[in-house]
């Protein structure tokens, strides 16, 4: 079978009129970078905001057109509100089973604070971000840990990997397969250890390059989110992508965010870059559950000894400088290394060792800042 290619896609497109009825939505400019994986082909189409509802019809038959193709095992497309000069940054839109675009495409009132303009998850009681200034600090393997660790102390609890170019959650929670999808494209997650799970790393393949810009990550990001059946949760924990880019800016300012989790190493440079990512959560009205001080110092296999190569009580005296909740410190050690590289997490591998312990430690202190920030009374977790 011939290798499907881009430039089949856009003639294919070439078949679909734009709202004017006089060019095609390719002659028009109207579609962005095409990404095609597995079969599976990824794009958006850039529309006027204020006409996002009415073109949903326009998503739809670029939809069929590119299903419709030889070789094509389905297909995302997305509807992308256009910038205008001088006009806020607007939020990418993704139409529903139902033939109507989300509330959350329209820019929000004026005197409108960003929380409130945030459309809600039916069923997930809280989201939590866990988020770093930089990669190379041991946030997702915090993550998954710390979604364990609320698993573990009675909770409910899924995870999204919202970090598109790596996402690490099939490798972490040893994970293999595609997901299925039911009834109006609506995704089934994947689960192991008890907890829910949703990743692009589910949908391409391991290796794949993802050449995508802003408006189609954030597309995909929303629908992994919104267009997954997460059912009832306590609370949804979200990998966040490292850094402050658009991504991150995406789903602090659009996702219904309880607080946010930092994680930074103990060293000045890792909290230089930690400090980004805590004034961005306070421009966009997100609570700051804490920050976590990983690799806080190394446990020698061999003796047991302690030792700080990285220096320590740098986030814990950060957190103390601007007034944050310090959540804890977790070691730089083997078997939290080697756990996660076999998808097998040291929480629910070692679940009675001090790693594990560790994190459900963590875990409490997180659960209780959500049900401070949320405005609810903080239930006791009792540990047997």
């Given at each position: 079978m011939t290798e499907l290619t881009r430039d089949q896609v856009l003639e294919t497109l070439k078949t679909v009129r734009g709202p004017d009825l006089d060019r095609n939505i390719v002659e028009l400019g109207m579609v962005s970078d095409v990404f095609i994986s597995d079969a599976k082909v990824y794009f958006s189409i850039t529309v006027p905001a204020e006409r996002a509802n009415e073109l949903e019809p326009l998503r739809q038959a670029a939809e069929r057109a590119v299903k419709s193709m030889p070789g094509?095992?389905?297909?995302?497309?997305?509807?992308?509100?256009?910038?205008?000069?001088?006009?806020?940054?607007?939020a990418p839109v993704r139409g529903s089973g139902n033939g109507h675009a989300h509330a959350h495409a329209h820019a929000p009132a004026p005197n409108a604070s960003p929380r409130q303009a945030k459309q809600n998850i039916p069923g997930i009681a809280s989201i939590i971000a866990v988020a770093s200034g930089k990669g190379g600090v041991g946030k997702s393997t915090?993550?998954?840990?710390?979604?364990?660790?609320?698993?573990?102390?009675?909770?409910?609890?899924?995870?999204?990997?919202?970090?598109?170019y790596g996402p690490s959650m099939p490798k972490l929670l040893g994970i293999t397969g595609r997901p299925q999808q039911i009834e109006n494209r609506i995704i089934?997650?994947?689960?192991?250890?008890?907890?829910k799970a949703m990743s692009m790393g589910f949908l391409v393949d391991e290796g794949t390059a993802m050449i995508w810009r802003g408006p189609m990550v954030q597309s995909a990001l929303m629908q992994m989110l919104r267009e997954v059946a997460w059912g009832d949760l306590d609370v949804l924990v979200v990998d966040m992508p490292p850094g402050t880019g658009d991504a991150q800016l995406t789903m602090a300012q659009q996702v219904p965010l309880t607080g946010a989790v930092v994680v930074s190493t103990p060293q000045d440079l890792a909290l230089i870059d930690a400090r980004k990512g805590l004034n961005m959560f306070k421009k966009v009205e997100v609570p700051v559950l804490g920050i976590v001080e990983n690799m806080s110092y190394f446990i020698a296999p061999d003796t047991g000894a302690r030792y700080d190569i990285f220096g320590h009580g740098g986030a814990k005296a950060e957190a103390e400088r601007i007034g944050v909740p310090f959540l804890g410190e977790v070691p730089l050690t083997i078997a939290i290394r080697e756990t996660s590289d076999a998808g097998t997490p040291v929480v629910v591998s070692d679940p009675e060792g001090p790693q594990a312990k560790v994190y459900r430690e963590i875990a409490e202190k997180v659960w209780q800042g959500v049900q401070t920030a949320s405005g609810r009374a903080a239930p006791s977790i009792v540990f047997e």
């Open positions: 094509v095992k389905g297909a995302l497309v997305s509807l992308t509100a256009e910038k205008k000069p001088g006009a806020p940054s607007a915090t993550a998954v840990n710390l979604a364990l660790a609320l698993k573990a102390n009675g909770l409910k609890v899924g995870i999204l990997d919202a970090d598109v089934v997650p994947m689960e192991n250890y008890g907890i």
